[in-house]
């Protein structure tokens, strides 16, 4: 399988591809996307940032990482969010891979410790993620683990 990690800050022109892409995914409305990705284009701080994984023209996966991925516990940040993979694309490492690339990126930028909730178990401590603690979601009753990457 022959696909490429690239941080949307590197193809700007891939914006617009990526917003309405990851709002398909996720439900989040596309305006709240695309505000995110252009602060990540302005360049002035590492986050937000966004990543996608390209199978030719085709986005396979994605994720982000952002301030606070909707939770009640505003000091652990920042949060890698709506990580995905394209159902067909499934079991081929993407996500790993992509997880693997903001982990080096961020570290990189100064920020070796990353966050991320999600109601996955097991999924990511094969890549070095630990279970910190339950976290409340905003607007749910229930409440989900977030991890931690001491990168």
């Known amino acids: 399988m022959d696909y490429k990690i690239i941080r949307l800050a590197d193809k700007p022109e891939l914006k617009e591809y990526a917003a309405l892409w990851f709002h398909e995914k996720w439900g989040i409305p596309l305006e709240a996307y695309r505000q995110s990705m252009e602060e990540c284009l302005?360049?002035?701080t590492a986050v937000p940032a966004w990543?996608?994984?390209m199978e030719g023209e085709r986005?396979?996966?994605g994720l982000g990482?952002?301030?606070n991925d909707f939770h009640n516990r505003k000091d652990l940040t920042p949060?890698?969010?709506?990580v995905y993979t394209e159902k067909d694309r499934r079991c081929n490492g993407i996500a790993g891979a992509l997880?693997?690339?903001v982990c080096a990126d961020?570290?990189?930028s100064g920020i070796p410790v990353l966050y991320l909730v999600t109601d996955h178990t097991s999924f990511y401590e094969r890549y070095g993620w630990e279970f910190l603690c339950m976290v409340q979601e905003d607007g749910e009753d229930r409440q989900s683990r977030?991890?931690?990457y001491r990168g």
């Open 59 to 61: 986005i396979i996966g």
């Open 79 to 82: 949060n890698v969010c709506a």
């Open 106 to 108: 961020m570290k990189a």
């Open 146 to 148: 977030m991890y931690i």
């Open 65 to 67: 990482v952002i301030e």
């Open 99 to 101: 997880l693997h690339s």
């Open 51 to 53: 990543y996608v994984a």
């Open 42 to 44: 302005a360049g002035k």
